[in-house]
């Protein structure tokens, strides 16, 4: 009985394998794209055929191309854009480390000019997480609040 469910079993896989083979073969010279229909015989050799197998091979040296590019162009590329853009960074960051402290330099006529009002205030207004508005106490800010209480 061992035996006999065995042997069953083992020529099961067996026949499966062989299908699987034939079929797999059969997809494989279906789907490629140099396979053994690149030459025309007999009533197959038409101009549609003719036409068709002409887009399928420049098809396959166009996919050619366009890996050989991005596996020798694009990719060297990125990695040489990435090392520059470190380098930059780190001699961004060496050159501010020399720098003195914010409080310590000095604030010059020409910095921070101010004529026009900004439109969404004086930058004396600070509002929390919430949209609530927070004022500071400064003149303005306790005339805002002044006139906002008269308001309501």
């Keep these: 009985m061992l035996l006999k469910s065995s042997v069953l079993r083992a020529s099961q896989l067996a026949s499966r394998q062989v299908r699987s083979n034939i079929f ?3 997809l494989q010279q279906h789907f ?8 025309l015989i007999g ?7 003719r036409e068709r197998l002409a887009v399928k091979q420049h098809a396959a040296e166009s996919t050619d191309l366009w890996r050989k590019l991005c596996i020798y162009v694009v990719i060297p590329s990125l990695l040489l854009a990435t090392l520059n853009a470190k380098n930059l960074w780190d001699e961004h960051w ?8 914010l409080e310590e ?11 026009k009002a900004f439109p ?6 600070v509002s929390d997480i919430h949209g609530n508005l927070i004022l500071t106490l400064n ?3 306790v005339a805002n609040v002044l006139t906002l209480k008269t308001l309501l």
């Design 43 to 49: 009533p197959m050799d038409n101009a549609f055929n």
């Design 32 to 39: 490629s794209s140099t396979g053994p229909t690149t030459k």
């Design 24 to 26: 797999r073969n059969t």
């Design 139 to 141: 003149s303005r800010s």
């Design 94 to 101: 060496e050159h501010v480390s020399h720098m003195p402290p």
């Design 105 to 115: 330099r000095p604030q010059y006529s020409y910095m921070n000019i101010r004529t």
């Design 120 to 125: 969404f205030g004086d930058g004396d207004k």
